[in-house]
């Protein structure tokens, strides 16, 4: 006789459940009533269904420029993604020798996940400000008087913005290829260096195949963290916005699904990003999985 599944089991399905509702049903109950029609609101029930407000997002709606705010968001992104996956990879391969004050390094690198966002946005803010005015009283008491007056501020997109993102991104990146090399085997590149490759040679084609699932991953952490932060992006953005801080403004001062609208294409961004970086570290396991059998078949 086969006994049915005691009642505990159905207590924990219904609990978790529920906590998934709770954790997804506000961002699905936005991508539905992102669609609402020209004359629907903020709250069920649907008025028709259309695509009016994701044309109206796309046009301004007299508010903010989303247009802009989306491709400088993917363009800091796209950047941090990029810086992130180089010095994570350079610091995984330097750390993998000791050497003097690594331990004070690897702690000063991961220092920023311990700081709360806000106080890290207000300190890059205020040296960046300290910057400015070195910069101005400099340039004045050189008789650059001219070039004082046109002098504004460094903070800007990809000078403050740029920095204050890199430390939310670098500390996962580093402590993922930490892990990575951690669990290396050096014999590989070893045997590569022995048949007589340049150890640029055996990092391109002996280390990097091999850890290049993990790059792929530090490089979604790098895109998605960028894109989605506000905290960090605050203070130190310097004259423009990124998209979520427009996001966030527009909490306060939209009334209609156009805030709805814009909260779907973000997300839709972000699954897009995930989805890709899945299907590459898939394809690129499929492909060593194929040639490990070549390579066995030709030993048979």
């Known amino acids: 006789m086969s ?84 010095i994570s990879v350079s610091a995984g391969l330097a750390f993998r020798r000791r050497f003097p004050g690594s331990a004070v390094l690897f702690y ?34 050189h008789g650059w008087t001219e070039f004082a007056g046109r002098y504004t501020t460094a903070m800007g997109l990809f000078t403050s913005g740029l920095g204050a993102h890199l430390t939310w991104t670098l500390p996962f990146g580093l402590l993922i290829m930490f892990a990575v090399f951690n669990r290396f085997d050096p014999r590989y590149e070893e045997a590569a260096r022995d048949l007589g490759a340049t150890p640029w040679q055996a ?27 506000i905290a960090r992006s605050s203070q130190a953005i310097g004259s423009v916005n990124t998209l979520p801080l427009d996001l966030q403004g527009l909490t306060t001062t939209v009334t209609t699904p156009d805030i709805y609208a814009l909260g779907t ?26 040639h490990g059998s070549d390579a066995g078949a030709g030993l048979v």
Do not use: C, N
Not at 123 to 140: C, H, M, P, Q, Y
Not at 206 to 226: D, E, Q, R, Y
Not at 269 to 276: A, E, T, Y
């Open 203 to 229: 990092f391109r084609f002996v280390v990097l195949p091999i850890i290049l699932p993990s790059v792929v991953g530090i490089g979604l952490f790098g895109f998605t963290l960028s894109w989605d932060e």
């Open 108 to 141: 000063v690198a991961i220092a920023s996940l311990i700081v709360p966002s806000i106080i890290t946005s207000l300190g890059i803010g205020l040296e960046f400000r300290l910057i400015d005015d070195f910069v101005k009283s400099f340039a004045t008491a």
């Open 3 to 86: 006994e049915g599944r005691p009642r505990v089991y159905y207590l924990l399905a219904t609990v978790f459940a529920a906590y998934v509702l709770f954790l997804y049903g506000p961002m699905i109950a936005i991508f539905i009533l992102s669609f609402q029609g020209p004359d629907g609101g903020l709250t069920f029930p649907m008025t028709g269904v259309s695509l009016h407000w994701f044309s109206k997002l796309w046009s301004g709606g007299g508010i903010i420029d989303i247009g802009a705010a989306f491709f400088r968001s993917a363009r800091l992104g796209f950047v941090v993604m990029l810086l992130t996956v180089a």
């Open 265 to 290: 294409v973000t997300s839709v961004v972000s699954f897009l990003v995930i989805g890709l970086a899945l299907s590459a570290i898939r394809a690129i396991s499929a492909r060593r999985t194929r």
